[in-house]
């Protein structure tokens, strides 16, 4: 387990993106969920939003955000599934630069203790595009208190060792350089 050492808290500023086709902002519980931990923990939610199960739009959204300099991290809940209609997965890939293969085993890892094979179910995922960390979980308040409690709180916040996203953020976009 990691542990905490003397370095200073760095807020990070997120913005929390819903994805379905029936939830709108009053029954949102899953992004309301994310917010409350976001801001539980210190940190800055800057945006909010919730666009439909549409690949087109999901992607324009993630575009926007990313190019956004105020945005260091985008937290989608909702269309990891498997049905026809579940396309985050593919839209985190197609404006993602480099993918996090182990956000996502360990999502299910940690998932597997709590629902079993369910979570073969879910395709969370995660990558970083110009800088920002993006994050896909599945829509349920449940999943998103365990990849926020269980990975997120940790991993965004600079004092945990031995290592940890907010550390690298400086260099995300090193490549661009020269």
């Known amino acids: 387990m990691g542990h905490a050492n003397k370095t200073e808290f760095l807020p990070v500023n997120i913005a929390v993106l819903t994805i379905s086709d029936t939830r709108t902002k009053a029954d949102d519980t899953s992004g309301d969920t994310l917010a409350k931990r976001i801001r539980a923990a210190g940190h800055k939610l800057v945006k909010r939003d919730i666009v439909t ?3 087109p739009a999901i992607e324009a959204k993630l575009k926007a955000w990313i190019a956004d ?4 991290v985008v937290i989608t809940t909702g269309g990891t599934g498997l049905t026809g209609r579940d396309v985050t997965p593919e839209a985190l890939a197609a404006v993602s630069e480099k993918q ?13 203790q709590k629902i079993k094979t369910s979570t073969i179910q879910s395709r969370a995922c995660a990558g970083v595009a110009n800088g920002t960390y993006l994050f896909a979980l599945p829509g349920s308040p449940g ?17 945990y060792r031995p290592c940890n996203f907010v550390e690298m953020m400086p260099r995300l976009t090193e490549h661009k350089k020269g």
């Open 69 to 72: 300099p105020a945005i260091d």
């Open 53 to 55: 199960d549409d690949k």
């Open 143 to 159: 999943a998103c208190k365990d990849a926020w409690d269980d990975i997120l709180v940790h991993q965004l916040d600079v004092r």
């Open 100 to 112: 996090i293969p182990g956000f996502g085993e360990l999502f299910r890892m940690l998932s597997y």
